[in-house]
């Protein structure tokens, strides 16, 4: 059973940095499958969850433009381990962050989320 742990959420000032992660467990790394991309999205309360951050299997990244600059995101593969480390950020980031994994097996995509984790900006 695949499942994705996010972590590192949390209240802070305006301004201030957090440092998400997100492990994963369970996911076949055989040479039939591939992770084809991860990301971080993001879901505000009354709103659409949208795009944060993501990173290819190719490690190619793509940003939301109102986090370029100010995120970045990271992957630690012999970890299965998927970070965003969040700076100067602003009341406007709080949100539920989730963690996703696009995963390939032989021909077979799935997609995986995590549970969320809070993040909370006061200003």
């Known amino acids: 059973q695949v499942q994705l742990v996010e972590s590192g959420g949390g209240l802070v000032q305006a301004g201030g940095s957090l440092r998400l992660s997100c492990l994963a467990s369970?996911?076949?790394?055989?040479?039939?499958?591939?992770?084809?991309?991860s990301g971080w999205y993001r879901q505000a309360p009354g709103k659409r969850r949208e795009l944060v951050a993501t990173v290819s299997g190719g490690a190619t990244t793509n940003y939301a433009d109102s986090v370029k600059g100010r995120f970045t995101i990271s992957r630690d593969n012999g970890k299965n381990a998927l970070y965003l480390e969040m700076n100067n950020l602003k009341p406007e980031d709080t949100a539920v962050y989730y963690c996703?994994?696009?995963?390939?097996?032989?021909?077979?995509?799935?997609?995986?989320w995590g549970q969320g984790t809070q993040v909370t900006v006061s200003s």
């Open positions: 996703h994994v696009r995963h390939l097996y032989y021909t077979l995509t799935n997609d995986y």
């Open positions: 369970g996911l076949d790394s055989s040479a039939a499958s591939a992770i084809l991309s």
